[in-house]
């Protein structure tokens, strides 16, 4: 009988649970008092089954984004309502729960292979590697890691693979949807890129409300619908369909191109060559 009980991926779950434990304590003021989050849909965390289970969400930064995702899961899986007040839920977190992200990007620090080590199902892109487009077949066992991991517990997907608004959503996520038929629940956030940086390891302004919108499952016909039909459902629930450009108020996008005009490559879909590429694709 071994000494430690393991998941799936060989990984310690007595460890696993002090990294979470440690790195959840180290960040809570992030989400809290330097900044605050504001959490919609936590009651739907709580009616949905113990695994095979799928989130879907916009990206913003390389970390913050899946760290306030674990916080929010847990203190909600514990009784808190739309909240993460008193961090006590971190001493009991749900084991089970990852989040698919680039072998490159969870290879690239210290801090990366923590946090690699509590929850990430790593991948190598297929459209990238070191800064440069390469074209690269799936690998099988990608995949069946994610499914894997679905079958032990929740998995987290940033399907349009980059912090970059706007971007499609890349067609593996529907292949996984449709291979594995998890329940699939969209959530959106906001205020992420404001307060942090590209990396979401520094706070780069403080007093800034981000937002969680938690949302009901979508109805999907796994052995009917199409991808491009699972693409568009997608696009929509995480409210990154082209369409929502229409409805973003003016001083936002003029606000969001000052934030991030020395970075940042604003809202006028222009060439691509004005963009940091070699950061910019950091998710599958």
Same mark, same amino acid.
């Given at each position: 009988?071994?000494?430690?009980?393991?998941?799936?991926?060989? /990984?310690?779950?007595?460890?696993?649970?002090?990294?979470?434990?440690?790195?959840?304590?180290?960040?809570?003021?992030?989400?809290?008092?330097?900044?605050?989050?504001?959490?919609?849909?936590?009651?739907?965390?709580?009616?949905?089954?113990?695994?095979?289970?799928?989130?879907?969400?916009?990206?913003?930064?390389? +970390?913050?984004?899946?760290?306030?995702? +674990?916080?929010?899961?847990?203190?909600?899986?514990?009784?808190?309502?739309? $909240?993460?007040?008193?961090?006590?839920?971190? +001493?009991?977190?749900?084991?089970?729960?990852?989040?698919?992200?680039?072998? @490159?990007?969870?290879?690239?620090?210290? =801090?990366?292979?923590?946090?690699?080590?509590?929850?990430?199902? $790593?991948?190598?892109?297929?459209?990238?590697?070191?800064?440069?487009?390469?074209?690269?077949?799936?690998?099988?066992?990608?995949?069946?890691?994610?499914?894997?991991? =679905?079958?032990?517990?929740?998995?987290?997907?940033?399907?349009?693979?980059?912090?970059? #608004?706007?971007?499609?959503?890349?067609?593996?996520?529907? /292949?996984?949807?449709?291979?594995?038929?998890?329940?699939?629940? #969209?959530?959106?956030?906001?205020?992420?890129?404001? $307060?942090?940086?590209?990396?979401?390891?520094?706070?780069?302004?403080?007093?800034?409300?981000? $937002?969680?919108?938690?949302?009901?499952?979508?109805?999907?016909?796994?052995?009917?619908?199409?991808?491009?039909?699972?693409?568009?459902?997608?696009?929509?629930?995480?409210?990154?369909? #082209?369409?929502?450009?229409?409805?973003?108020?003016?001083?936002?996008?003029?606000?969001?191109?000052?934030? /991030?005009?020395?970075?940042?490559?604003?809202?006028?879909?222009?060439?691509?060559?004005?963009?940091?590429?070699?950061?910019? @694709?950091?998710?599958?």
């Amino acid at each position: 009988m071994p000494l430690f009980k393991r998941n799936p991926f060989g /990984h310690i779950l007595f460890l696993k649970r002090l990294l979470i434990l440690f790195a959840g304590f180290a960040t809570h003021a992030r989400y809290k008092r330097f900044n605050t989050l504001q959490i919609e849909g936590s009651d739907i965390l709580r009616k949905l089954p113990g695994k095979k289970v799928l989130f879907v969400s916009n990206h913003q930064t390389y +970390f913050a984004d899946v760290v306030a995702m +674990f916080h929010v899961f847990n203190a909600s899986l514990q009784g808190r309502e739309d $909240s993460i007040k008193n961090a006590f839920y971190l +001493f009991r977190p749900k084991l089970n729960l990852y989040y698919i992200a680039a072998k @490159e990007t969870m290879n690239d620090s210290l =801090l990366a292979k923590i946090l690699s080590y509590a929850g990430s199902i $790593s991948i190598e892109r297929t459209w990238r590697a070191g800064g440069k487009e390469v074209k690269r077949q799936v690998k099988f066992s990608d995949i069946s890691n994610i499914g894997r991991a =679905l079958d032990d517990g929740w998995v987290i997907t940033f399907p349009q693979g980059t912090t970059r #608004p706007w971007k499609p959503i890349r067609k593996g996520t529907a /292949h996984i949807i449709k291979t594995y038929q998890p329940v699939v629940v #969209p959530i959106v956030i906001d205020g992420f890129r404001r $307060s942090f940086d590209r990396k979401g390891i520094y706070i780069k302004k403080k007093g800034i409300l981000q $937002s969680m919108v938690i949302k009901d499952p979508l109805e999907i016909d796994y052995e009917n619908e199409s991808v491009d039909s699972i693409i568009e459902k997608l696009e929509f629930a995480i409210e990154q369909h #082209p369409s929502f450009l229409k409805v973003i108020p003016e001083e936002e996008l003029l606000a969001y191109n000052e934030d /991030h005009k020395k970075r940042e490559f604003p809202f006028n879909f222009g060439s691509q060559e004005q963009e940091d590429d070699s950061q910019e @694709e950091d998710d599958n």
